[in-house]
């Protein structure tokens, strides 16, 4: 069968983490022999998707999140497959609301695939859709790719007037992630200010673009007037690696995430990471072994100290951390499952070929990590 075009929806914000991801699938997807469209569902026109469609000779779609995605994904015809790629919001958050309910529960109907970076997220999926094929859900862990620039976090800061008496002595604690409510970047400030009265080398930098204008007003008042807290408006991905690269540690404060890009980063520059005790996050996160866990403010800055304090351990964290991402979060990986994916729609199979071992699907490549669960 000849290889037609692979649409690749998913909103491209540049700072974003689902803009890293589309960009590592359209790499693969092109090395595979297929040419791909990347484009933002949000900048499409809905009323004319069957033409595009027909027009750039589409003969597959993935689709990053069954929401944002799913819009177009229901009006796509029969002769066309597609995929699903959860993006965190979508099982996590959106499910919530009835009518983004109802159009994820249309769009994943028809999906021949439905990809979850962890067990986690396809547990949740299954879940709240119960009628999908339990062999259509494809585990892939994320992969990281860092590429730092040579952006000068410290610099920045100095240059812009924040803490110049302490210069390159400084501990920053990072959090990287759009201004919305589900990253509740407010979860920690008043905390972090407090501690920074007593330990003013220690301070918060907070990266990321203004997503919802309400919210970022909020947090800009509440932020204002806080010692130790600076606000970083987003930066592209290479510089924001850079600012990584640079802390003390990644903080993440999110109250629910799919699979966090940064906290990848962050494991695979060995930066050590500081997260909220929510499902996505331990996913990655084994508390003690290559990373630390808080479910309170009181517990962050009590875990911080631990590792002011103790150079050791926190070498120990990560060293874990690099190894787990080596094992389980490589671009090869990640590669060979959504290649296969693409191998075996073009090849009229209706599921990755294989054999049930223990409840999960094994692959025919040994060395492909998608499997059905």
């Known amino acids: 069968m000849e290889k037609s075009t692979v649409l690749l929806l998913s909103k491209l914000q540049t700072e974003s983490g689902n803009f890293c991801t589309a960009s590592r699938l359209k790499l693969y997807i092109e090395a595979a022999g297929f040419r791909c469209i990347l484009a933002d569902p949000n900048l499409l026109h809905i009323k004319n998707f069957k033409d595009f469609l027909r027009d750039n000779d589409v003969g597959t779609v993935f689709g990053l999140h069954a929401y944002y995605a799913g819009k177009l994904l229901t009006d796509v015809p029969s002769d066309i497959s597609y995929v699903i790629i959860l993006g965190g919001t979508d099982i996590n958050e959106f499910y919530r609301d009835n009518e983004k309910m109802k159009t994820m529960t249309q769009a994943i109907r028809d999906a021949r695939f439905i990809v979850g970076f962890s067990k986690t997220m396809i547990d949740q999926a299954k879940c709240l859709w119960k009628f999908a094929d339990w062999n259509c859900f494809l585990e892939i862990p994320q992969a990281v790719v860092t590429n730092p620039s040579e952006f000068s976090l410290h610099a920045y800061l100095e240059n812009s007037g924040h803490l110049l008496p302490h210069g390159n002595s400084l501990d920053i604690f990072l959090l990287v992630g759009g201004i919305r409510p589900v990253k509740d970047p407010l979860f920690l400030v008043e905390a972090f200010s407090e501690w920074h009265c007593m330990q003013p080398t220690s301070v918060f930098v907070i990266v990321g673009p203004c997503l919802e204008e309400n919210y970022c007003q909020e947090f800009l008042n509440k932020i204002q007037n806080l010692k130790g807290i600076v606000y970083i408006p987003g930066l592209n991905p290479a510089?924001?690696?850079?600012?990584?690269?640079?802390?003390?540690?990644?903080?993440?404060?999110s109250l629910s995430e799919g699979m966090s890009a940064a906290i990848l980063e962050a494991m695979q520059l060995c930066v050590p990471v500081i997260a909220r005790d929510i499902p996505g996050n331990s996913t990655l996160i084994k508390d003690n072994m290559n990373g630390l866990?808080?479910?309170t403010p009181q517990e962050f800055i009590c875990k911080a100290e631990m590792l002011l304090r103790n150079s050791d351990f926190l070498s120990e964290l990560v060293s874990h951390a690099r190894v787990s991402i080596c094992e389980c979060h490589n671009m090869e990986q990640e590669k060979?499952?959504?290649v296969q994916i693409l191998n075996e729609l073009h090849c009229g199979h209706t599921h990755p070929t294989g054999s049930y071992n223990g409840g999960s699907l094994v692959l025919d490549n040994p060395q492909n990590v998608g499997k059905s669960l």
């Open 336 to 338: 060979q499952s959504y």
């Open 293 to 295: 866990l808080f479910e």
């Open 239 to 253: 510089d924001t690696q850079a600012c990584i690269k640079a802390s003390f540690a990644l903080v993440n404060s």
